[in-house]
């Protein structure tokens, strides 16, 4: 199995602006220590990032938030990605829709996700089922990512994705 990393929308409104938490912000560390782990192993990264027009249909739920352009839908810069990292815009809650995250993610044989990014029970969890459907093995960092309205997604993940759950620093043990 090749592993491949998939960072969701770390991204300045998610985690200093608009949109923050205080859990959004404690990802932090831990992302960056995930990020640091695959680079040092090779294993490829792709960034995935809502880069919204205004008339994206959650506009109308969430308000104006990772515009495309702007500061908000920037990645933050401790996450800053490489040149040769993957960044995909998207418009949706699932890295998968309407994206070629799926493509580019075959062409190198990538065959396990692991999920890192904001929110564990939006556009992670969208993501997940989107790569469940695609038959790809997902694995969670719990502390890399933060849950806005379900603070049981953990349990949810593993009974409906079949999703693995780790923690950022065992991560060198699994990759
Ligand atoms: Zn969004």
């Not at 308000?63 to 990605?81: D, F, N």
């Not at 790809?136 to 049981?152: G, L, Q």
Request: charged share 25%.
């Amino acid at each position: 199995m090749t592993k491949g990393l998939v960072v969701i929308d770390m991204l300045n409104d998610f985690v200093h602006g608009t949109l923050k938490t205080q859990e959004s912000l404690s990802t932090v560390i831990p992302a960056r220590n995930v990020l640091e782990a695959f680079r040092k192993k090779g294993l490829p990264i792709f960034f995935t990032n809502d880069a919204h027009y205004k008339e994206d249909p959650e506009m109308k739920i969430w308000g104006s938030h990772a515009m495309k352009g702007s500061w908000g839908a920037q990645i933050i810069e401790e996450l800053k990605p490489l040149e040769s990292e993957f960044v995909i815009e998207k418009h949706a809650y699932s890295a998968f829709y309407g994206t070629n995250l799926d493509q580019i993610l075959r062409a190198r044989g990538v065959t396990e996700l692991f999920l890192i990014g904001l929110d564990a029970d939006i556009c992670v969890r969208h993501t997940a089922a989107d790569a469940l459907y695609r038959n790809y093995a997902i694995t969670v960092v719990e502390d890399a990512v933060a849950a806005r309205i379900d603070k049981n997604w953990k349990d949810y993940f593993i009974r409906v994705y079949g999703a693995n759950i780790v923690k950022s620093d065992e991560i060198n043990k699994v990759i």
